[in-house]
């Protein structure tokens, strides 16, 4: 039997930025992936298209998929011959229960390996501008766990030696019995005044936190009604925050943006955003497939010398088209049409190939066009009147994880702004979530709303939703002057 073989990789704190060089190839070559609720669903987006997805994440008191299946899965998927990632927040050797994992996958003589991640007792602390340790404050560190799978919850541990031997303590999970760690903690000879500060999401753009005492804080934890997950960071170390706290400082702190897509994607809106400080998540997202080698598409593409215009639709159809012409052994200067490019990234990409174009407005009503795309491309910007031919050199496919994606970011309520760059982002934003039955209303309740300019605003307002903001000029800047004003952050 040809087995498979399982990688058990750290999936980082929650930026997705965090996580491994080597997590990240596991993730990419993955056949199958179970994942927790603490891995960053965003992660799940650098998988290729059509691995298998399985969710095993619990909550409180609550198990989606028990530990005995989770181990059975991983056995079964890597028999089939599958490359199976067992994707864990964090470090999977820090409470992640890779040992009971790994023990499994050992008795049944399956190949593993286990790929570290970055813990989030030292990253979170990081991204609160706390360092674990400091010269001046703290030479010993420890992760605990905040909670026990015995009776009563409560972490059974040696508190005289960790409130007297430890600087600084980092409780994993910790909420629920926060009212009892911290009276341990005085009890057994830590000053009530000792500095803690709770963490909440660390490292992800909507990362909150609560500062505090052994004395006072489980009573502000109740107060603000502080939750999992989160880590509470208890010593002197804590006190460093107010000078070198940064994270809170990036621009767009705080942000969790859903950027509506259509099929070209809006790759450097995004970038510019998450390098801001926001969380970003594009979608839909979409799979380019070309049509190169069907019998039809040569047949009609050895035609483009009859056209006198050839309008681009796309980047892509650019890159298709000149593969075309080497693939079909075609010289490019039988072709003796003006080409015409629909965008700028479209006229950019005929750049590339040392041609020159011109605007789509540019077009005669006299003369034969031809429009070459994708089998998804809208023709509405043509007049009806204008003697048109279409070319498909590509189809565009849903990839149907991506809403597995939005479904895991909706359910933990991470995103709180929705971006749509251009009216066919609405039309296809709204298309793509009525076709997987995720009700609108309830998808949009609580986020803001904004649109690059005013025919993606109308396109919102027809499609039933109150818009908070319409940029006055549809450029990066001016969305980062809107995210960033009062209006939008309340």
Known sequence: MNKGKVYLVGAGP????????????????????????????????EAPVGVELIYCGKLPKQHIVRQEKINELLVTKSKKGKTVVRLKG?????????????????????????????????????YAGIPVTHRDYATSF????????????VPHIDWKSLAKGIDTIAFYMGIGNLAYITSQLIRHGKSKQTPVILIQWGTYGHQQTLEGTLQTISQKAEEERFQNPAITLVGPVVSLREKLKWFEKKTLSGKSIVLARTTAGEGEVAQKLTTLGADVFQFPRF????????????????????????LFTCPTSVDLFFEALSLYGMDIRSIQGTFFAKSIKTENALKKYGCTSQP?????????????????????????????????LHQTKLVEQSVETLRRLETEK?????????????????????????????????????????KSHQAAQVAGLKVDDCLSKPSIDELIKTLTSQKVLQ
């Open 14 to 45: 929650g930026d997705k930025q965090l996580i491994t060089v080597k997590g990240l190839q596991c993730i990419q070559k993955a056949d199958v992936i179970l994942y927790d609720r603490l891995v960053n669903p965003l992660l799940l987006e």
């Open 90 to 126: 964090g470090d999977p050797s820090v409470f992640g229960r890779v040992g009971e994992e790994a023990e499994v996958l050992a008795q049944n003589e399956i190949e593993f390996e286990i790929v570290p991640g970055i813990t989030s007792g030292i990253a979170a602390s990081s």
């Open 142 to 153: 420890a992760v605990v766990t905040g909670h026990d799978k015995s009776k009563d919850g």
């Open 287 to 310: 799979e380019s497939q070309s049509l190169l080698f069907d019998k039809s598409t040569k047949r009609k593409f050895q035609k483009v010398t009859h056209y006198k215009q050839v």
């Open 360 to 392: 789509d407005s540019e077009l005669s009503f006299s003369s034969n066009l031809l429009m070459i795309g994708g089998k998804t491309s809208d023709r509405a910007p043509v007049p009806l009147n204008r003697r048109l031919d279409y070319l498909a």
């Open 414 to 454: 991470m995103m709180n702004t929705v971006i749509f760059p251009s009216a066919k982002s609405v039309e296809v934003f709204i298309d793509t979530l009525q076709a997987n039955k995720i009700n609108t209303n309830d998808y949009f309740a609580n986020k803001t709303i904004i649109t690059f300019g005013e």
